[in-house]
């Protein structure tokens, strides 16, 4: 890393890796910085591995414009590069006639963000597409499914490559700092520190991208990027009740959109998994507390009565980087070029939780754009 880079990356998760992909050219000197001995190893993987719809997030929101429009690029990315996928479709369930109201809230405010695809669903029509799954009505949503995220990073990432765009794993950033119209980027490689020069910084850090703003001298708090972590366990179920759903089977949401309850998913050998919960936490801490196997068993029996206690069993946990506080309302991805704060070149996307990964190619865009007119 002796010449001056044009992009720095810090960060190959999903985004980050989308972004390198959308950046890269044979032109520019661009690096992935990644700490971890692979991509993908936090956030990006740990998770449902759903293409959403985008009928959660509010109207002229990021996290609804990229959701929707990454939903139609990702299927298209999954087609073209052969990445392991299904359209399964999901319905959102009403456990009794108090929650129907919801699905219609749920059902405009997926149209007005522009989904396509939405209908509402009858008992008789629930029934019908899902004989296993209990409730008095449905939405449907025909846009989701699930994919294989880590064919999708490996895919960007050799887009980048292809392009001439250089990662380096097992590399932890430790310091950004503005100097001469540069930023100087230290890094600690296994001990072994070093510093090198770049004309433009994409934090791309997930978990840790306040962290990566405070380096560059932005203050996380005042500027409203202070991360919070968010706890998802995830079990398994066995595999003899396999095959009797055939959809992603969702509750209606509470109305502070911590998650989205849990939820049913599939993975792509069929196999049902059951999360992830909503936990608030301090510190980075994947372990299962297997106390929790209860509550998930009497949650998600509500959705599929044929479970029994035995079926279910722990899977693994993911750690969401929210940015808001418990008991505050949703916030928005933050996409931004942070030149009004006299850092030009540095663009922070802080608070990438989900719908992150259906998201990813639609910011990629957006960063693409701002790299353009920086260039």
Request: hydrophobic share 40%; charged share 25%; proline share 4%.
């Amino acid at each position: 890393m002796g010449e001056i880079a044009d992009i720095t990356i810090i960060g190959a998760g999903v985004v980050g890796a989308a972004v390198a992909a959308g950046v890269a050219q044979k032109n520019r000197q661009v690096y992935v910085i990644e700490k971890n001995e692979s991509f993908g190893m936090e956030t990006s993987s740990r998770n449902s591995q759903v293409i959403h719809a985008g009928l959660y997030y509010p109207e002229n929101s990021l996290k609804a414009k990229t959701c929707v429009a990454g939903n139609t690029l990702l299927y298209e990315l999954c087609r073209r590069y052969a990445i392991g996928h299904r359209n399964t479709g999901k319905i959102i369930v009403a456990a009794d006639s108090s929650e129907c109201e919801a699905l219609e809230d749920l059902l405009h405010k997926g149209r007005k963000n522009g989904v396509e695809g939405l209908r509402l669903l009858s008992r008789r029509e629930l029934r019908s597409l899902e004989p296993d799954v209990a409730g008095v009505a449905a939405l449907f949503s025909s846009s989701t499914g699930i994919l294989n995220v880590h064919e999708l990073i490996k895919m960007f990432l050799s887009q980048a490559k292809d392009e001439g765009a250089q990662v380096v794993y097992k590399s932890e950033v430790t310091g950004v700092e503005r100097k001469n119209d540069l930023y100087q980027i230290e890094v600690d490689s296994a001990g072994e520190k070093f510093i090198f020069e770049t004309r433009v910084v994409i934090n791309s850090a997930g978990l840790h991208a306040d962290k990566v703003a405070r380096m560059a001298g932005i203050d996380p708090g005042g500027a409203g990027y202070t991360l919070y972590y968010c706890k998802g366990e995830y079990y398994s179920v066995s595999w003899g009740k396999s095959g009797l759903i055939n959809r992603l089977v969702y509750p209606v949401p509470p109305a502070e959109l911590t998650g989205v309850g849990v939820h049913v998913t599939l993975d792509l050998d069929g196999r049902i998994r059951l999360g992830p919960s909503a936990q608030y936490i301090e510190e980075i801490d994947y372990r299962i507390d297997d106390s929790n196997k209860r509550r998930f068993y009497e949650e998600a029996k509500k959705l599929l009565p044929f479970l029994d206690y035995d079926d279910i069993e722990p899977e693994m946990a993911g750690i969401r980087p929210k940015l808001q506080k418990p008991g505050e309302g949703p916030k928005d991805f933050v996409v931004r070029h942070e030149a009004d704060r006299g850092l030009p070149g540095l663009i922070n996307l802080i608070g990438i939780e989900s719908p992150g990964i259906t998201a990813s190619p639609a910011i990629a865009e957006i960063v693409r754009d701002m790299v353009t007119e920086i260039l």
